[in-house]
């Protein structure tokens, strides 16, 4: 998974994996507003994260 900034920047990249996985990533902690989220192997799975 990626995350995007309303200009397009990727602020943040998640690891990519096989199969079922629990994984706990650390993000730097994000400025308010809207972030696109999308996922690295199915680009069509995307959604919105809202920081505040």
Known sequence: MALLDSNGTQVFSGQVFNGRKTVTETVTPLAAGDYRMICAVHPDMTGT????
């Not at 994260?49 to 505040?52: D, I």
């Open 49 to 52: 994260l809202t920081a505040s």
